[in-house]
């Protein structure tokens, strides 16, 4: 008999960031139980502690790794042998480095099937203040990012922005005490949506870049213009280019260029790293350079620009 994959759950996020709350919650509903064992990895105890009697019933069991130096292959192949999971979850410690988790080596069958990022909204600005760089590590390689205790006053678009810039494909959710905020871009765009050409203004590049890559289909046929940096790949035929901006999601040695395909065949002509305006209509379509489905920019204008005061894009 052919021996099934054992899915891997990866969940993390800073202390008292609600780690326990959520996988508690999912443990025990009904659409989570599976008839295999589920072994439970916790790689740090918060204030929060899982009733183990209750896990029982749920035919769960923990197992409490203390020390980052052992968390490495040989301890879960160890604890593999033991109990012969179904299902791992694991509650990882972000001090650890999750780049350590990805390295290390998983028992056989093991398959990471979900890593999932949880944060306390009420004290993100003040980790991203101080650890910025360990909260952009966790979120790279995230499937889904989940903000909980949100309160109207949190700059939710601008947290959103801040997940998005490093892991385009995340999933993003918010949370009250009540469940799901839902749609948090609802009239908070700064430009006009129903304008015949929406104008980007160099402030809100980053929101139309996030914006667009979320909810794609309501930006299908308008047509935006914008100013960005002329970049060209070896990827790209003759007639594609990408106007982008640099974006900042940490310090300086941690930035990237962020831009849609453009087409126009005098993109061949366009100087790399020289400034232009955009005037272009904007189109759903599969690309190889995309590994899938994104916007496609038919440029319909594009003039030399100056470079702007505001060059950088920053997400924080």
Same mark, same amino acid.
């Given at each position: 008999?052919?021996?099934?994959?054992?899915?891997?759950?990866?969940?993390?996020?800073?202390?008292? #960031?609600?780690?326990?709350?959520?996988?508690?919650?999912?443990?025990?509903? #009904?659409?989570?139980?599976?008839?295999? +064992?589920?072994?439970?990895?916790?790689?740090?105890?918060?204030?929060?502690?899982?009733?183990?009697? #209750?896990?029982?019933?749920?035919?769960?069991?923990?197992?409490?790794?203390?020390?980052?130096?052992?968390?490495?292959?040989?301890? =879960?192949?160890?604890?593999?042998?033991?109990?012969?999971?179904?299902?791992?979850?694991?509650?990882?410690?972000?001090? *650890? #480095?999750?780049?350590?988790?990805?390295?290390?080596?998983?028992?056989?069958? *093991?398959?990471?099937?979900?890593?999932?990022?949880?944060?306390? $909204?009420?004290?993100?600005?003040?980790? !991203?203040?101080? &650890?910025?760089?360990?909260? &952009?590590?966790?979120?790279?390689?995230? @499937?889904?990012?989940?903000?909980?205790?949100?309160?109207?006053?949190?700059?939710?678009?601008?947290?959103?922005?801040?997940?998005?810039?490093?892991?385009?494909? $995340?999933?993003?959710?918010?949370?009250?005490?009540?469940?799901? /905020?839902?749609? /948090?871009?609802?009239?908070? !765009?700064?430009?006009?949506?129903?304008?015949?050409?929406?104008?980007?203004?160099?402030?809100?590049?980053?929101? *139309?870049?996030?914006?667009?890559?979320?909810?794609?289909? +309501?930006?299908? @046929?308008?047509?935006?213009?914008?100013?960005?940096?002329?970049?060209?790949?070896?990827?790209?035929?003759?007639?594609?280019?990408?106007?982008?901006?640099?974006? &900042?999601?940490?310090?300086?040695? @941690?930035?990237?260029? /962020?831009?849609?395909?453009?087409?126009?065949?005098?993109? +061949?002509?366009?100087?790399?790293?020289? *400034?232009?305006?955009?005037?272009?209509?904007?189109?759903?379509?599969? &690309?190889?350079?995309?590994?899938?489905?994104?916007?496609?920019?038919?440029?319909?204008?594009?003039?030399?620009?100056?470079?702007?005061?505001?060059? =950088?894009?920053?997400?924080?």
């Amino acid at each position: 008999m052919m021996k099934r994959d054992v899915p891997v759950y990866l969940i993390t996020g800073f202390l008292e #960031s609600g780690k326990t709350q959520f996988l508690d919650f999912t443990i025990h509903q #009904s659409y989570f139980q599976i008839p295999d +064992k589920t072994l439970l990895i916790l790689c740090e105890e918060g204030e929060e502690e899982y009733d183990e009697e #209750s896990l029982k019933k749920m035919n769960t069991v923990i197992e409490i790794i203390e020390d980052p130096e052992d968390f490495n292959a040989d301890t =879960l192949q160890m604890l593999n042998k033991k109990h012969h999971p179904g299902r791992v979850l694991v509650e990882y410690n972000p001090l *650890w #480095s999750v780049d350590k988790f990805y390295q290390t080596d998983m028992p056989r069958y *093991w398959d990471l099937a979900q890593h999932i990022v949880t944060v306390d $909204a009420s004290t993100f600005q003040i980790y !991203m203040n101080n &650890m910025k760089s360990l909260f &952009m590590e966790m979120i790279r390689n995230a @499937d889904l990012v989940i903000f909980n205790r949100c309160q109207d006053e949190h700059p939710l678009a601008n947290f959103r922005r801040s997940v998005k810039v490093v892991n385009s494909r $995340a999933e993003v959710v918010f949370e009250n005490e009540e469940g799901e /905020i839902d749609d /948090i871009f609802q009239d908070e !765009m700064p430009y006009d949506m129903n304008a015949d050409i929406i104008d980007i203004e160099d402030i809100d590049y980053g929101i *139309w870049y996030v914006d667009m890559m979320d909810n794609l289909k +309501k930006y299908v @046929d308008k047509t935006v213009r914008f100013k960005g940096q002329v970049l060209k790949s070896r990827e790209l035929n003759a007639g594609f280019f990408v106007p982008g901006r640099m974006a &900042m999601t940490c310090c300086a040695d @941690d930035t990237q260029f /962020i831009g849609y395909i453009c087409k126009n065949p005098a993109a +061949k002509r366009l100087r790399i790293g020289s *400034w232009v305006t955009v005037t272009a209509k904007v189109k759903d379509e599969f &690309m190889e350079v995309y590994n899938g489905r994104g916007p496609v920019l038919y440029a319909t204008e594009i003039e030399a620009a100056e470079k702007p005061e505001q060059e =950088l894009v920053y997400f924080g």
